[in-house]
């Protein structure tokens, strides 16, 4: 996953998932390795789980850091968590020469966050499976790596205990109020659901969105004019050339790229978004008035910043 003599970060939170990967990189690449534990703060405990990461790597030689991160006071709490602690990896990673950062996603994340997007409608981005390696967000001259998309939770908690370590125990882990908390505990409740054979469809679900990736590009480039002013008119090529699942992700992309909102619309307000505009209606979303009109070679889609509302 890195070039051979490349040093390697490892983001270790102290629950039992990342110390494991602790343990096995150490003794994969005892000389190569370094350890950050981000503290967001939002909980009391932070700080001892942070302490109890750095005497794990004391007691075996490896360098390690705490970051301490801001969140802003407004905003999704995890989307912002996220973004500040790929933020603080990456400096962290330029700083001490680390050419990627590894995290520890196994094989119960897969299976759980393809039920989960299935669950909320979502497209197939959403349902592919996460790589095994891409550019760390917020930083994209670092890699990141998933070492452990082949393991099971079960197994990683083994080497914990077999080291003698205690992890810590995020609560949040155990909140209902989240939607992989629930699909934690319904796939812990049954006996038929195998986790491995859904990490295999995600895995499918992702070559299957590599490959139409490449003809969304193309129709992006082709039939898709940027407009000064922020907007962009797409022409759909005729139906006969092109299904809908090309469609919906070129919406879902040029929503992304042109929207003024945090966060990615979810898969069923692009639905309903390619479900408006191929009937020839006009609606908003994510901050951007997407109309349906006539053009000169058949129907065209204009994008532009939704008008600012009038008060008073």
């Known amino acids: 996953m890195i070039e051979p003599d490349a040093r390697l970060g490892i983001a270790v ?5 990342s110390l494991a990967m602790l343990l096995l990189a150490a003794t994969a690449f005892p000389d190569r390795i370094e350890a950050a534990t981000v503290d ?18 004391r007691d075996r030689g490896i360098g390690h850091a705490v970051l301490t991160v801001t969140l802003p006071d407004h905003g999704n709490v995890q989307a912002n968590a996220r973004r500040e602690r790929y933020r603080a990896l990456g400096q962290w990673a330029r700083d001490h020469g680390l050419a990627a950062i590894a995290t520890a996603h196994h094989i119960e994340d897969q299976a759980e966050t393809l039920l989960m997007r299935l669950n909320r409608g979502s497209g197939l981005k959403g349902l592919a499976a996460m790589r095994n390696r891409r550019p760390l967000p917020m930083a994209a001259d670092i890699g990141l ?3 452990l998309l082949g393991w099971h939770r079960a197994e990683l908690a083994a080497i914990c205990a077999a080291a003698g370590i205690e992890p810590a125990q995020d609560p949040s882990n155990r909140d209902p109020k989240y939607d992989r908390v629930r699909i934690r505990a319904a796939m812990a409740g049954t006996d038929w659901i ?23 590009d193309a129709e992006l480039q082709t039939r898709t004019v940027f407009l000064p002013e922020e907007g962009a008119i797409y022409a759909p090529s005729p139906r006969q050339f092109g299904v809908r699942g090309l469609r919906f992700r070129v919406l879902e992309k040029l929503i992304g790229d042109l929207g003024r909102s945090h966060g990615a619309p979810r898969g069923a307000e692009i639905d309903r978004l390619l479900d408006t505009l191929e009937s020839g209606g006009k609606t908003t979303l994510a901050g951007l008035e997407c109309t349906a009109r006539s053009g000169v070679n058949g129907p065209e889609w204009l994008f532009t910043p939704e008008p600012a509302r009038k008060t008073g």
């Open 13 to 17: 939170s102290g629950g039992p998932d």
């Open 40 to 57: 967001h703060r939002l909980r009391p405990e932070s700080g001892d789980e942070a302490a109890m990461v750095a005497r794990v790597c």
């Open 145 to 147: 790596i998933r070492p």
């Open 194 to 216: 195998d986790p491995s054979a859904l990490a295999r469809s995600a895995r499918h679900l992702r070559d299957a969105f590599e490959a139409l990736e490449e003809a969304v």
